[in-house]
């Protein structure tokens, strides 16, 4: 990566490109090929060349630099400035942990910047080196698009897997290892959702937009991905569902527990209660104390003890405590 450039490609129009250098970037015009430029915006030097060589409005500039960016669309003169948005499928790291991309479109060039490598990009790049890639700048946008939603499509049903597994298991078994996993789900669908859905408001502006930049065949792409996002927002919010009715079932259930336990110990004191009482009284080491010398005393106190306990299991019975 040279002065933060992740990749310079010259788009041949018949659905290849071709990887060109800092000299032919500074050499090109446009009518030479859609060039796409893609930087790490984390890079001094993507923030230098994008001030003073791209020649981009400082509004254009500063978004492709900003540090957090929600999915959305501005049409400048004409040019679009695209805010995107994609699931992190890096092995070990978490699906909610979106990974944002900006790009700068015209008809001639694209530039892109994003911090942390993106799946769909990638599958672009080696669609473009096989040849059989997007052969404008507009192809290369719907195509980018429908790519993220086939992403998000295998994250979401993976979510829906897990919620009707968690359901299952609680329906066996009570732990709470289980609510704190069905927690776990409800926070990555929130998480998820925040992202989809301006972004399909993103995708319904650029399918809405009535000017001759998008292509017709493009525009059913992004239309046929919007459409799919829109499906993805209802399943996860059913899946959402699902995990919430879990969870409080759950609850429900745990509460029930806890509460029997907390009742079986609130008997136990009542009948013990009493009887500590007398037990505790006559072992008081004092003079006086009634039968101390009488043979039979223990006998007597414990049959006076089993009484009291008797009469009160039969009053928490009339009750209906037990």
Known sequence: MERGLVHALLLDGAGGARRVGWAEVDAWRPGQGVLWLHFDYTVADTRDWLNNHSGLPEMAVEALLTLETRPRVTTLADAHLINLRGVNLTPGAQPEDMIAIRLWMDN??????????????????DALQQGQGPCSAQALLAELLDRLTWHFEDVIASIEERVSLLEEVTARSVTSDSLNNIAELRRQAIS??????????????????????????DRLVIREAADRLQRLLEDIDLAREHATIAQEDLQSRLSDRLGSRMYVLAVITCLFLPLTFITGLFGVNLGGIPGAEHPLAFLFFSLLTLGFALALILLLRARRWL
């Open 192 to 217: 998820l959702r925040r992202y989809l859905s301006p972004q399909r408001e993103a995708m319904a502006r650029l399918v809405a937009d009535t000017g001759s930049w998008l292509t017709e065949p």
């Open 108 to 125: 001639d060039r694209i530039i892109s910047t994003q911090r942390r490598g993106l799946k769909a990009v990638s599958d672009l790049l």
